[in-house]
């Protein structure tokens, strides 16, 4: 019977600690305190009434859990931040951001004189390689200290016959800069500007190798240089004063052809002898009108000023109006004498004649 007994309290004692352990495996929230001892023989059992009683604390068992990992913090990883290896493409440059060399621009000029020499140095006294015709363009590379301009190709012009010329561009918004990247390599296209101002090139007239035939016309090229006109001057009180050159200027300047010119001047100052011509400079009889002619005639500093004034005038008053022949130019230059134009033409046949 105790053995019976035993084997009851056996099972019971191990269902018991099934139970518990069971509880204590899969609801770890409930709290055991119960405490069973490896050896189940040291329990002290008695039966009364009936019952089991366990006489002394049991002590169940209670698994001990495994204590749990310990759990090291990931440790932070700074970010290094590393310098990116230089590419291999090729660079692309924006065109805006590379300086670019600007020659400096040409500048154009409009011949304002009939006739325009372009001579091969800045100095009057210097050898005619062109000539020039009025409203002709030119290309000026630079003007020079002395008031000459230096052409783009070659030769120079005296500034005083010239005009310069503005260049209008198009507006600034109509000059677009197309860039196209490619895979390998950057083009850079640019459309060509649109200037309103169309230059013409300068129309060379050919220097003749001997002075032109004068004629009645007195707008018109003589072809005379220094040299032909200090021959016709010479043994006359017009030698000497340096008449060539402001001659040649009122030709290149007015147009006026230089045969003219020199004709009117011998005729009108009895070659450099008159008093108008020794006193006041005055050549060609400039406001010398009604009986007091030398009171109202006007005076020069320079003879060479009396040959400016001329030009001047008679481009203003006489060509400018009409009055292109000789003819025409003496009914109003000099209408109280008929023979005006004959005298006047006939000088000019003689002194081509001597050339």
């Known amino acids: 019977m105790r053995t019976k007994i035993n084997s009851k309290v056996l099972v019971y004692v191990l269902c018991i600690a099934l139970f518990m352990t069971l509880s204590t495996r899969f609801l770890p929230s ?8 490896h050896d189940l023989s040291t329990a002290h059992l008695s039966i009364a009434d009936g019952n089991i009683v366990v006489s002394d604390a049991l002590q169940l068992f209670t698994p001990q859990l495994p204590e749990a990992a310990e ?8 970010a290094v931040l590393t310098e990116p290896e230089p590419s291999t493409l090729p660079e692309i440059h924006s065109a805006a951001a590379q300086p670019s060399v600007q020659e400096p621009p040409i ?5 304002t004189a009939f006739y325009l020499n372009v001579r091969e140095k800045p100095d009057a006294d210097s050898n005619i390689i062109q000539v020039l015709q009025q409203g002709d363009t030119i290309e000026v590379d630079h003007a020079t200290d002395n008031g000459w301009l230096a052409l783009k190709d070659q030769g120079f012009v005296h500034g005083r ?6 260049v209008k561009s198009a507006p600034a918004a109509e000059k677009k800069l197309e860039v196209q990247v490619l895979a390998k390599a950057n083009t850079i296209a640019e459309p060509p500007l649109n200037d309103t101002l169309e ?16 004629t009645s016309a007195v707008e018109s090229d003589s072809g005379l240089t220094e040299e032909h ?9 017009l030698a000497n004063h340096g008449l060539e050159k402001a001659v040649l200027e009122v030709e290149e300047e007015y147009g006026i052809n230089a045969y003219f010119t020199i004709a009117v001047m011998k005729l009108e100052s009895g070659n450099g002898k008159s008093t108008l011509a020794k006193k006041k400079n005055n050549l060609f009889g400039l406001n010398a009108i009604d009986s007091d002619k030398y009171n109202r005639a006007f005076a020069f500093e320079t003879k060479g000023d009396s040959v400016r004034k001329f030009g001047q005038l008679l481009a203003k008053n006489y060509v400018g109006k009409g009055y292109t022949t000789i003819d025409k130019v003496a009914r109003k230059y000099c209408p ?20």
């Open 30 to 37: 409930n709290k055991v305190s119960a405490e069973v001892t």
């Open 229 to 237: 006109i200090a021959k016709l001057f010479e043994k006359t009180a």
């Open 336 to 355: 109280t004498n008929p023979k005006w134009a004959s005298l006047v033409m006939n000088i000019m046949k003689r002194d081509y004649k001597k050339l």
């Open 71 to 78: 759990i090291k913090p990931i440790e932070r990883q700074e």
């Open 107 to 111: 500048l154009t000029y409009a011949v």
């Open 199 to 214: 230059i013409k090139p300068a129309k060379a007239i050919p220097l003749p190798s001997d002075p032109g035939k004068p």
């Open 161 to 166: 016959y010239a005009e310069k010329l503005e």
